[in-house]
């Protein structure tokens, strides 16, 4: 049991690329989210998703988008990379929106 | 709207003192409390949650916390912390729990615990 597991580690970009931050959770949990955290700033979140095919706006979610085909994963994309987008993005899942468990990070940096 | 302040950005203690990390927050509506721990380079851990019953919540490695409804606190408590304890500490607000409404949480901006020899 993996639990949820993100994909890159870390990855750098140069403005105006476009990247997919893969997201998966082998728990069956309907809930999943998206956020990122800067330094002092505590997460935010990004999109989250109620289950397959429904996902929602969180607190930041200007040049990001998502989608949730499957229960297990969940994608988060940028389009047009900037250096605001710079950050470590965690991938989380819940059960009926109890406990998140959250996924080990990906550490962006935009260039 | 919900809000989440954690009162101290920075803790710094000594091996097997007490330490009380604490957070105070604002909503309309019920409320579910929540404390993350994050290791360095890790993703976060629950230590504990509040959802309904006792006020007083007991969580992983010794850690609990106190629901104050009237002093809208969620503060939490370690009589004897260890240099392992050593991780940014997150309090959390969860707006609403349900099947298919939803729930988002509101995370704090953090408390780095520093428990020092």
């Known amino acids: 049991n993996a639990g949820v597991t993100q994909t890159p580690k870390f990855r750098i970009l140069k403005i105006g690329q476009s990247m997919t931050l893969q997201c998966t959770q082998d728990?069956?949990?309907?809930?999943m989210y998206w956020y990122r955290q800067d330094p002092g700033m505590g997460l935010k979140l990004i999109y989250y998703s109620v289950g397959a095919g429904i996902t929602d706006k969180g607190e930041v979610p200007n040049g990001y988008n998502v989608s949730r085909s499957t229960t297990e994963d969940f994608p988060l994309r940028l389009e047009l990379a900037a250096p605001s987008q710079t950050s470590v993005y965690f991938c989380?899942?819940?059960?009926?929106?109890?406990?998140?468990?959250f996924g080990p990070g990906t550490r962006l940096t935009v260039l | 709207a919900q809000s989440v302040t954690q009162l101290d950005s920075q803790v710094p203690v000594f091996e097997e003192a007490p330490v009380e990390l604490r957070c105070n927050y604002s909503s309309s509506v019920s409320v579910y409390l929540f404390w993350y721990v994050q290791y360095p380079n890790q993703g976060l851990q629950l230590l504990l949650k509040y959802l309904s019953g006792s006020t007083l919540v007991k969580g992983i490695n010794g850690f609990e916390a106190e629901f104050n409804k009237s002093q809208t606190s969620f503060h939490l408590r370690k009589p004897s912390v260890h240099i392992s304890d050593t991780a940014e500490y997150f309090c959390?607000?969860?707006?609403?729990?349900?099947?298919?409404?939803?729930?988002?949480?509101?995370f704090g901006e953090g408390t780095q615990l520093t428990v020092n020899p």
């Open positions: 728990m069956n949990h309907n809930y």
């Open positions: 959390a607000v969860s707006d609403l729990v349900g099947e298919t409404s939803g729930s988002r949480l509101t």
């Open positions: 989380a899942s819940s059960y009926r929106g109890l406990e998140q468990f």
